[in-house]
Antibody, heavy 123, light 111 residues
Framework: QVTLKESGPVLVKPTETLTLTCTVSGFSLSNARMGVSWIRQPPGKALEWLAHIFSNDEKSYSTSLKSRLTISKDTSKSQVVLTMTNMDPVDTATYYC???????????????WGQGTMVTVSS | QSALTQPASVSGSPGQSITISCTGTSSDVGGYNYVSWYQQHPGKAPKLMIYDVSNRPSGVSNRFSGSKSGNTASLTISGLQAEDEADYYCSSYTSSSTSVVFGGGTKLTVL
C-alpha cells in the first residue's frame, strides 16, 4: 500500500523557518520518473502548488515563492523535506505532499496524497 | 487570483450530468495535454479523478470523464450521485512562471 505522511510543527512564529517532512512508504523515491510535490491550501481557499522533486533529483519551485523554498530528499529514509523561510500569517494553511506517478507524462498528476498537516503562523 | 478559471459553483439533480469548465491560456491548458482534475470532500485530501486531460486512474468511476477544446478543459460527471457533492479543482502544466497551476475550485451541489 502506497502512503505519504506529512509531519512538522503545528505552530510557527512570523519570520521563522518552517520545515516539513513527507515520509513515503510502498514505493521508493529512487523509482524512475517518480516524484513528490508539496501543495498547500489556506483555510477555505484553493490549492496552491509549491514545489516538486523527482527521482533524478530534478527540482522545480513556484515562481512566487522560489526565494523562500528548498526541497530535498533522502532516499534511504524515504523522506522528502520542504523548508520555507520567513513565515508569515498568510502562509497559514494545510500542507500536503503528493506523489507524481511514473505512468503520467506530466508534473501535475498527483495520484496519492498525504492526509495533510495544518500549519498556523502566529506570534 | 488563480491561474485557471473555474465557475465557483455548479449544481445538478441525482441522475443528471454536469460539466465543470477550466479556462486557461495557450501557455497551460491550451498548449499541453497535461490537465488533471481533483475531487475534495470537506476535511479530506484531494483525490485524483482525471489526468492527462482524459485518463482515469484505476478505481475511478467511468461516470467521470475529461476533455479539452482550445484553452478550456472540462470535467463531466454523468449519473450524478449524492456522494459526488464536493469541491473540484483542475490543474495544468504551465510553461510560464510555475510548473503547475490550479484552478480556483468549483463547489458541486447535488440537489
Amino acid at each position: 500500500q502506497v502512503t505519504l505522511k506529512e509531519s512538522g510543527p503545528v505552530l510557527v512564529k512570523p519570520t521563522e523557518t518552517l520545515t516539513l517532512t513527507c515520509t513515503v512508504s510502498g514505493f521508493s523515491l529512487s523509482n524512475a520518473r517518480m516524484g513528490v510535490s508539496w501543495i498547500r491550501q489556506p483555510p477555505g481557499k484553493a490549492l496552491e502548488w509549491l514545489a516538486h522533486i523527482f527521482s533524478n533529483d530534478e527540482k522545480s519551485y513556484s515562481t512566487s515563492l522560489k526565494s523562500r523554498l528548498t526541497i530535498s530528499k533522502d532516499t534511504s529514509k524515504s523522506q522528502v523535506v520542504l523548508t520555507m523561510t520567513n513565515m508569515d500569517p498568510v502562509d497559514t494553511a494545510t500542507y500536503y505532499c503528493a506523489r507524481i506517478p511514473a505512468y503520467s507524462g506530466s508534473f501535475n498528476a498527483f495520484d496519492i496524497w498525504g492526509q495533510g498537516t495544518m500549519v498556523t503562523v502566529s506570534s | 487570483q488563480s491561474a485557471l478559471t473555474q465557475p465557483a459553483s455548479v449544481s445538478g439533480s441525482p441522475g443528471q450530468s454536469i460539466t465543470i469548465s477550466c479556462t486557461g491560456t495557450s501557455s497551460d491548458v491550451g498548449g499541453y495535454n497535461y490537465v488533471s482534475w481533483y475531487q475534495q470532500h470537506p476535511g479530506k485530501a484531494p483525490k485524483l479523478m482525471i489526468y492527462d486531460v482524459s485518463n482515469r486512474p484505476s478505481g475511478v468511476s467511468n461516470r467521470f470523464s475529461g476533455s479539452k477544446s482550445g484553452n478550456t478543459a472540462s470535467l463531466t460527471i454523468s449519473g450524478l450521485q449524492a456522494e459526488d457533492e464536493a469541491d473540484y479543482y483542475c490543474s495544468s502544466y504551465t510553461s510560464s512562471s510555475t510548473s503547475v497551476v490550479f484552478g480556483g475550485g468549483t463547489k458541486l451541489t447535488v440537489l
